[in-house]
């Protein structure tokens, strides 16, 4: 069965950080594409990071470069999500999928497999 799985979402203070683990179970990530998706309320599944488990390359939206770090670990078929400096509107409910083969890296509607997310709270 195939499940993709988040964790180590909570409840941080602005200028806090925490790291998210995607770990996938019945297929490898081996040949495919991580991206992390956040969500708030009301609002649409935006695009985050994006990592190429092949060749390693990497993407970041604008709001979160140099605050956030994708990084993929093959032996353990997971991919992390370093998120610093973490700012109130950063809090969503964060998502990881495998992008399928056709779709920009930030289309949510290229990704064909989601995991349940985990919820990122970022307050005073």
């Known amino acids: 069965q195939v499940q993709l799985v988040e964790s180590g979402g909570g409840l941080v203070q602005p200028g806090g950080s925490l790291r998210l683990s995607c770990a996938a179970s019945?297929?490898?990530?081996?040949?495919?594409?991580i991206g992390w998706f956040r969500q708030a309320p009301g609002k649409e599944r935006e695009g985050v990071s994006y990592?190429?488990?092949?060749?390693?390359?990497?993407f970041y939206a604008d709001s979160v470069k140099g605050r956030f770090t994708i990084s993929r670990d093959a032996a353990k078929n997971t991919v992390s999500l370093q998120m610093n400096n973490l700012k109130p509107e950063d809090t969503a409910v964060y998502f990881c999928?495998?992008?399928?083969?056709?779709?920009?890296?930030?289309?949510?509607?290229?990704?064909?497999?989601w995991g349940r997310g985990t919820q990122v709270t970022v307050s005073s």
């Open positions: 999928g495998t992008q399928g083969p056709y779709g920009a890296w930030s289309e949510w509607r290229a990704y064909d497999y």
């Open positions: 019945g297929f490898s990530l081996d040949r495919r594409a």
């Open positions: 990592i190429n488990m092949l060749d390693g390359s990497t």
